[in-house]
């Protein structure tokens, strides 16, 4: 059992982590899918109906909503129109921000479950690697976690990643234990535990990729990773173990994803499951080093790995594994359970190329950390050069991550630069996801800006956090009239243009995008890492936005054209007029000739 001391740091740095989270969850607006996740989640409470968000399996939703469910009961009551159409963006930002409770403390209640999955994966790292190596590598490894800024964005926000990571971790970690002790209920966890990874996103199923190859380990190998070492009974036998095994497994998962859907069958997880496998056929728009494309690249994820952990961090983890047999070695039990999640989940996401974000590969980051850890056990000739050879790299990753908090959703190493210079690499959720609104209101109040123009990447709505603006070409189709927030101040057009780094930079608008003259230029200043301000008090930087606009405006007629081949499609219309209405509109404004 560790020591107090060793409790009393463990607890330092679990409190550490969610003091790092508390500052985020409080310091980020809602991002992209918050809203349409939480809503789903508080529909399945209160109605156990899963029509809402059906391609993400509903556990970390539903844990998500819990915490409003029980403190205030609200009534669920979207639009009937919406509800029938099973609209999730319109009925999360119904249920978000047309409740009788703010939507802020409503975003952060939602949040809180996150947040504690979030330190208890810190408190398993610590532990796996006590069990492992000792306390001196529980610390080197939890100190790590704690201040991974990839563990802190995941785990302040409503996603599925964070849970997907520790429930993924914590079946290997009980598959491991069951093979020390051949106590049933580390079996019966592990089951479980696959079970609630399956029910928080579809990643989950990769455990069976990984528990299949340890079965098959166990059966074909002299030394089997799931016997203690003096057990070794006959290849046959092994076979029945391993079916038996994997068999239990198999029940107990999907126990535990039914009960996720109140007992109503397996008919939605499948479905969702098979709309998450088509996404790598649907094409989805990335952005790597400069390039865009729709096909991917095998690269992606392991250079998007390397520029958002912090330097000290890769170092640690790149030591730990060639040095494998220095200190207490890196054995192959130990590298089976620690290092094939890593392998089949870094090359399921290579291979299946949808490359929208680092976070797709957070669940290989605990591994690595108890791995680092291991370097604890090293022992060298003056005892106190081990700690301070460790001790620097734990200093300097910390201080890397502290140093761009709270704003570790857009985390980038110095090797890339760090976040002002992140968006020539990596784009989506590496760095703007729409969570910078706040810091866009308090940039507003202190330059004494009456409005902006704003072509915000995201979901909320900026009025809601008390922004006045005039919408600028986005992502979404544009849409006439504008809404009440949209409308000018005192008849003068806005001074400066707030602009999000994914529509700076294209994505989604047909790279390179209407604002590439504005990439080109220096802004103004950063909000966060992902909201970029640039001054419109000159000619051709008016002449640059009324190019914007009407690129927009013809966008939207071409769609609709090529939508509506007999010109009567009632959405193609609106889109139609819309852009009509808005080309018209940018004239009136003098921001481009009227047609």
């Known amino acids: 059992m560790p020591t107090k001391t060793g409790l009393l740091t463990g607890v330092a740095l679990l409190v550490a982590f969610l003091a790092q989270g508390w500052c985020f969850v409080r310091a980020n607006s809602q991002t992209h899918d918050e809203a349409a996740h939480l809503a789903a989640g508080y529909s399945y409470l209160t109605r156990h109906d899963f029509r809402l968000n059906p391609e993400h399996p509903p556990l970390l939703k539903e844990l998500a909503a819990l915490p409003i469910y029980l403190r205030y009961r609200l009534p669920f009551e979207p639009p009937e129109t919406l509800w029938d159409e099973a609209e999730q963006w319109g009925i999360g930002r119904e249920f978000l921000y047309h409740s009788r409770v703010p939507h802020d403390e409503l975003l952060t209640l939602g949040r809180l479950p996150g947040l504690a999955m979030g330190a208890l994966l810190v408190g398993l790292v610590g532990w796996w690697s006590h069990r492992l190596w000792g306390p001196r590598a529980a610390f080197l490894a939890m100190a790590l976690a704690a201040f991974e800024p990839n563990l802190v964005a995941n785990a302040g926000l409503i996603t599925q990643d964070m849970g997907s990571a520790l429930f993924i971790f914590l079946t290997m970690y009980l598959l491991w234990e069951y093979g020390n002790r051949r106590s049933k209920w580390f079996l019966v966890g592990a089951g479980l535990c696959t079970g ?62 039914l009960a996720t859907y109140f007992f109503q069958g397996w008919g939605t997880w499948l479905v969702g499951f098979f709309t998450q496998a088509s996404l790598a056929e649907t094409h989805w728009p990335a952005f790597f080093l400069g390039d865009y494309s729709r096909e991917g690249w095998l690269l992606y994820y392991p250079v998007a790995f390397l520029m958002k952990t912090p330097v000290a961090t890769v170092a640690l983890i790149a030591a730990s594994l060639t040095l494998f047999r220095a200190g207490m070695p890196l054995r192959g039990r130990e590298a089976l359970f620690l290092l094939l999640p890593v392998a089949v989940i870094l090359g399921a996401m290579i291979v299946g190329r949808v490359d929208v974000g680092a976070r797709y590969v957070l669940p290989i980051y605990p591994f ?26 734990v200093l300097l990753a910390a201080l890397s991550s502290l140093r761009q908090a709270p704003h570790q959703l857009a985390y980038f190493n110095e090797l890339a630069g760090g976040p002002g210079e992140g968006r020539r690499y990596l784009l989506d959720s590496n760095i703007d996801w729409g969570q910078d609104l706040k810091g866009l209101k308090e940039y507003i109040d202190r330059e004494g800006l009456p409005e902006v123009t704003l072509a915000y990447f995201g979901t909320a709505p900026p009025e809601a956090y008390g922004i006045r603006y005039r919408r600028a070409p986005n992502f979404d189709p544009v849409s006439w009239p504008p809404e009440p927030a949209e409308s000018p101040s005192d008849g003068t057009a806005p001074s400066v243009l707030a602009v999000s780094v994914n529509s700076l930079q294209g994505l989604y608008l047909g790279e390179p995008g209407p604002y590439r003259p504005f990439a080109l230029r220096v802004p103004k200043a950063t909000v966060g890492a992902s909201i970029l ?56 404004q003098g921001l481009t000739p009227s047609p």
């Open 533 to 588: 301000i640039y001054d419109l008090g000159d000619a051709d930087a008016h002449d640059d936005l009324a190019r914007v606009y009407l690129y927009a405006a013809e966008r939207e007629l071409d769609k609709a054209a090529r939508n509506d081949q007999d010109g009567k499609h009632e959405a193609a219309e609106k889109r139609r007029q819309g852009a009509r209405q808005w080309r018209r509109w940018a004239g009136e």
């Open 196 to 257: 609630l990874a399956l029910a928080s996103k579809a990643t989950g199923v990769l455990l069976f990729g990984v528990g299949g190859m340890i079965l098959l380990a166990h059966v074909v190998l002299l030394r089997s990773p799931l016997l203690p070492a003096a057990t070794e009974p006959a290849r046959r036998d092994r076979l029945k173990q391993a079916v038996a095994v994997g068999g239990v497994i198999a029940i107990l998962a999907a126990l535990a994803i």
């Open 368 to 393: 690595l950390f108890v791995c680092a850890g291991r370097l604890a056990t090293l022992s060298l000739r003056r005892r106190w050069l081990t700690p301070a050879l460790l001790g620097v790299p």
